[in-house]
C-alpha cells in the first residue's frame, strides 16, 4: 500500500502490480510505434481536477527513451 498526504491527512493507494505495470510499458510501446506519440502525459499532468493514475504509479517507467 503507497501512503500520502492529502490536506495533512494520510490518503492509502493500493501499487500497481508487475503485471499492471509490464502491460501498460507494452501498451505505450505499441502505441508508440504504430502513432507518431512525442510525449506520454498523465491525466494529472493536464488538468489538477483529475489525479489519476495517482502517486503510486511509478512515472518513471513511462520515460521510454526513444
Excluded at 1 to 10: A, I, K, L, S
Excluded at 17 to 31: G, I, S, W
Excluded at 33 to 60: N, V, W
Amino acid at each position: 500500500m503507497f501512503v500520502d498526504e492529502e490536506n495533512g491527512q494520510p490518503t492509502y493507494w493500493h501499487r500497481y502490480t508487475d503485471e499492471q505495470l509490464k502491460t501498460v510499458v507494452l501498451v505505450c510501446l505499441l502505441l508508440m510505434d504504430r502513432y507518431p506519440i512525442r510525449y506520454l502525459l498523465r491525466h494529472s499532468d493536464i488538468t489538477p481536477r483529475k489525479i489519476d493514475p495517482g502517486p503510486a504509479f511509478p512515472q518513471e517507467i513511462l520515460e521510454l527513451n526513444r
